[in-house]
Every structure is written in structure tokens, then in C-alpha cells.
């Protein structure tokens, strides 16, 4: 069974510090790699994704890849309390025709005032 | 700007009366998904459409059905909807396998 593991946290940081969000992986082979944002209530917005070795920025989001390491981490800079959030890692699964999204857990995010 | 839509975006039916959940899509994205999230967890994929081909997941229970009658189009069809079928329905699209899904906002479904 091919999984995605991410801390479920509650994972608490002041604003405007750096949140670090943490995501392994088991497919050695899987490719490509996205993190969603959700709110409360709401459906997941994808905010990045990452399909190289490295990292990949964009405004305040920075996204990790080591697939040496089969890891992928989320660096949330300047974290305002409008980050607060459930944190969804997934990939596709290589198996499906699909690309059916493997997720993690989720890590639920508070950036306190 | 280029979107996924679903209606309606909150739906009450009764125990055991047929729903549809509609979603369209202006991305023009080749593969259309259904997904079911519950409290808590995470979005559990009930099956997918790539083209016209339809693929159900082996554990998606046979009262869910789904049709594409075209590619901006997809439904989701719950014949006799039980208590445990109250969730949040999701619908996303990809350009294809191994590419960013995009979510609509989601039929957020209650079972009286």
C-alpha cells in the first residue's frame, strides 16, 4: 500500500514566524507532489506543487523536495493568522490511470496572534 | 477565470430518496474526479473519469454512480442515500495522471 505520512499535529506557531510542515512518502518512484490548504468547511486549494529535487518558491510558501530521502516539507514564512489551516501532502498514485491523489493525515496549522 | 463548479453547493435529501450533484469545469481538463471527505479525514476518491473512460474504486459502494456526458460535465448519482452517505462531495480535475487536481468548493451533503 503506497502511503503519505504527515505529522496530523496540532502544529502552533506565533505570527510571523516560519511554519515547517513536514511530509515522507513510500513510492520511491513517485513523481510529482502537491500540498493543499484547507479551511474548515471548505474544499482544498492547491498552493503548491513540486515535482524536482529541491525547492520551489513562491511568495511566502516554499516547497522541498528530497526524494533521496522520499521527504517533502512546506516553509510557510511570515505565517499570519489566515494560515491557520489543515495542511493536505498528496501524490499521485503511479498504479492508477488516473493519478487517484494519495493524501496524508493533514497537519492542522495555528498561527497565533 | 477558469474554474470547477458544483451545485448545489449544500443539498438535504431524505433517507433513501435519489440525489444529484452536478460539477462543470472550464479548465478543459481530460480527467474529472469524485470525491468523498468526511469530518477529519482526508478526501477519499470515489471514482474518475479520463476521457470518456470511467473508473470506479474497488471500495466505492454500488449505490454511487457517476456519468460524463461530456468533457465540462459530471455527475454524481446517489440512488438511495443512507445516514452514512452524509459528507462532503467533491469534485476536482487534472490535465492528467500525474498533475495538479483542482477542487471545486464542494456539495456539502445531509441525510434527514
Known amino acids: 500500500q503506497k502511503e503519505v505520512e504527515q505529522n496530523s499535529g496540532p502544529l502552533s506557531v506565533p505570527e510571523g514566524a516560519i511554519a515547517s510542515l513536514n511530509c515522507t512518502y513510500s513510492?520511491?518512484?513517485?513523481?510529482?507532489f502537491f500540498w493543499y490548504r484547507q479551511y474548515s468547511g471548505k474544499s482544498p486549494e492547491l498552493i503548491m506543487s513540486?515535482?524536482?529535487?529541491g525547492d520551489k518558491e513562491d511568495g511566502r510558501f516554499t516547497a522541498q523536495l528530497n526524494k533521496a530521502s522520499q521527504y517533502v516539507s512546506l516553509l510557510i514564512r511570515d505565517s499570519q493568522p489566515s494560515d491557520s489551516a489543515t495542511y493536505l501532502c498528496?501524490?499521485?498514485?503511479?498504479?492508477?490511470?488516473?493519478?487517484?491523489?494519495?493524501f496524508g493525515q493533514g497537519t492542522e496549522l495555528s498561527v497565533k496572534p | 477565470d477558469a474554474m470547477v463548479i458544483q451545485n448545489p453547493r449544500y443539498q438535504v435529501t431524505q433517507f433513501g430518496k435519489p440525489v444529484t450533484l452536478s460539477c462543470s469545469q472550464t479548465?478543459?481538463?481530460?480527467?474529472m474526479y469524485w470525491y468523498q471527505q468526511k469530518s477529519s479525514q482526508a478526501p477519499k476518491l470515489l471514482f474518475h473519469?479520463?476521457?470518456?473512460?470511467?473508473?470506479n474504486e474497488a471500495d466505492t459502494p454500488d449505490n454511487f454512480q457517476s456519468r460524463r456526458p461530456n468533457t465540462s460535465f459530471c455527475f454524481l448519482d446517489i440512488r438511495s442515500p443512507g445516514l452514512g452517505d452524509a459528507a462532503m462531495y467533491l469534485c476536482?480535475?487534472?490535465?492528467?495522471?500525474?498533475?495538479?487536481?483542482?477542487f471545486g468548493p464542494g456539495t456539502r451533503l445531509t441525510v434527514t
Open positions: 513510492d520511491r518512484g513517485s513523481q510529482s
Open positions: 498528496a501524490s499521485p498514485n503511479r498504479g492508477n490511470q488516473g493519478g487517484k491523489l494519495i
Open positions: 513540486i515535482y524536482s529535487n
Open positions: 479548465l478543459n481538463h481530460n480527467v
Open positions: 473519469y479520463y476521457d470518456k473512460d470511467f473508473n
Open positions: 476536482a480535475t487534472s490535465r492528467g495522471p500525474t498533475y495538479e487536481q483542482y
